[in-house]
DNA sequence: CTCTATTGTATCAATGTGATACAATATAAA
DNA sequence: TTTATATTGTATCACATTGATACAATAGAG
């Protein structure tokens, strides 16, 4: 998958207000930022509707009956297909204005949503969750009736964005940075096998900094949590890196 | 202080659940865990209904024109009269069945707020932040019409708690510490002045561990961002320990 | 003046890390 | 077959940090 495929996906418009706020909570919203690491950089999933230039994050409603966690569980359910992603909420976006941006507004009136337009333009409380995914084994779908276009992007390659999404992804990057520290949650970025290279290059994509390849070997292997395998080659006249995976059983005892 | 210390203020009751829809958010609320550090512990503030045995956390609404931090931060200067706060966001508690606790409905059935019991014991979405003062310089009022007593409790010593506070103050805590070890907040809980074993205890009792005293002084001189001042005795028959204080500049161009 | 309790500081070993060098390996080219 | 080249695996040195421990300095009590 290269950085600038997309999807386009057509869907049906028949949501009202008083449809959403018999259902959802009317204050509350989720968004979430899904991470993913490929072509040797962290990508964010961006949405966009038809009507805009500017891109925003995936979102969604919290059912009334319903926890929020479930509610994001769902939500990124609904887009993958997927049950058992890596899911964090990081940041809760509270700020009074946030979903009066005028590019958004502008969107949703050229989009013809006039009947749940003013849901969509209410004021809400954003909880926002981020998520860890290997994407090129996903095939992504979205429910929402104002979505047209979703593109996996290279963090350090953001658009113009609605709302307060660009702060959101850049609280989200923080935080990915320091739960990588702590724990072992590369894995879900990653296939199953992998070099020491690829993880390296994770690590630098995550951190945005160069790091010195003896080192950085030596800090992983004293963690005590890879499995060497085999080894792959790419057919380049050099040595073969090994390959490696996360040892189940050890990242278990360790944090996380 | 003592941590037995209560204050009981009497309170009018005259908010009814119209009035409250009208003007907050009607699925968000706030909740606010309050830590202080005196009698060489951490001390978090707990409200209690004059009809419950159970103890809450001190919390809010919010106004509908108004951001979810400056909430925070009027309830807090409402309850402290105190403006210049240290707040963090720390979590969101979402659990759709986390206000129906039998015991908080009960208690405020018996407390005759027929007019507001609704509203309060409606689904809320809780956002909680972690304050941190200087507790012997304050003088706390609560505005409630609910809140018969408040009580500073050191954190090992938690009495029965309403609602998910249990879990929301045990997740404050854990994020102090970590908070602890990247940021100079110690300084929000400590008076302008401090001793070295002063320091030393206010991290045992954040960590909840003993800690080597040469060690921790020489990790704490080495962050150069404390200044030596004079010294300070207490009068015993042994050597006096200098006293401190943090040099503002220096705080500054660390982290925070 | 000695004893005791506490604080300030030094020292040593173990550990972790940046910088650097060098050995091992897989292929291409001579 | 040999040599050159690119990359990976590993070792080494210097330096900083930290736990454990020892010892010196100080402020009274007796």
């Known amino acids: 998958?290269?950085?600038?495929?997309?999807?386009?996906?057509?869907?049906?418009?028949?949501?009202?207000?008083?449809?959403?706020?018999?259902?959802?909570?009317?204050?509350?919203?989720?968004?979430?930022?899904?991470?993913?690491?490929?072509?040797?950089k962290l990508h964010?999933?961006?949405?966009?509707?038809?009507?805009s230039d500017h891109f925003?994050?995936?979102?969604?409603?919290?059912?009334?009956?319903?926890?929020?966690?479930?509610?994001?569980?769902r939500n990124l359910e609904e887009m993958t297909g997927l049950d058992q992603i890596y899911l964090q909420q990081f940041y809760v976006a509270g700020n009074a204005g946030r979903t009066c941006d005028p590019n958004a507004l502008d969107a949703f009136k050229k989009f013809g949503l006039q009947k749940i337009e003013q849901w969509l333009t209410?004021?809400?409380?954003?909880?926002?969750?981020?998520?860890?995914?290997?994407?090129?084994?996903?095939?992504?779908k979205v429910n929402e009736a104002i979505i047209c276009e979703i593109k996996w992007t290279p963090v350090e390659e953001l658009p113009p964005l609605l709302f307060d999404h660009q702060m959101v992804i850049d609280?989200?990057?923080r935080r990915l940075q320091l739960d990588m520290d702590r724990k072992v949650i590369?894995?879900?970025l990653l296939n199953e096998t992998f070099t020491m290279p690829e993880l390296q290059k994770l690590y630098e994509a995550v951190y945005q900094e160069k790091l010195t390849r003896s080192?950085?070997?030596?800090?992983?292997?004293?963690?005590?949590i890879l499995e060497r395998l085999g080894k792959r080659h790419d057919g380049g006249s050099h040595r073969a890196p090994y390959l490696y995976r996360f040892n189940p059983s050890k990242i278990e005892m360790?944090?996380?």
């Open 122 to 140: 209410d004021r809400k409380v954003s909880v926002c969750y981020y998520a860890l995914v290997n994407s090129p084994e996903l095939q992504l």
């Open 215 to 224: 080192n950085f070997q030596r800090r992983m292997l004293n963690l005590d």
């Open 186 to 188: 590369s894995t879900y």
């Open 171 to 173: 609280k989200a990057i």
């Open 56 to 73: 925003m994050l995936p979102g969604g409603f919290i059912k009334k009956e319903e926890d929020v966690d479930e509610a994001a569980i």
């Open 44 to 51: 964010v999933l961006l949405l966009r509707l038809t009507t």
């Open 254 to 256: 360790v944090l996380n």
């Open 1 to 40: 998958m290269t950085t600038t495929e997309t999807f386009h996906i057509p869907i049906p418009v028949h949501v009202d207000e008083t449809m959403m706020k018999e259902h959802f909570l009317t204050d509350v919203s989720i968004n979430s930022v899904l991470f993913s690491y490929h072509d040797e």
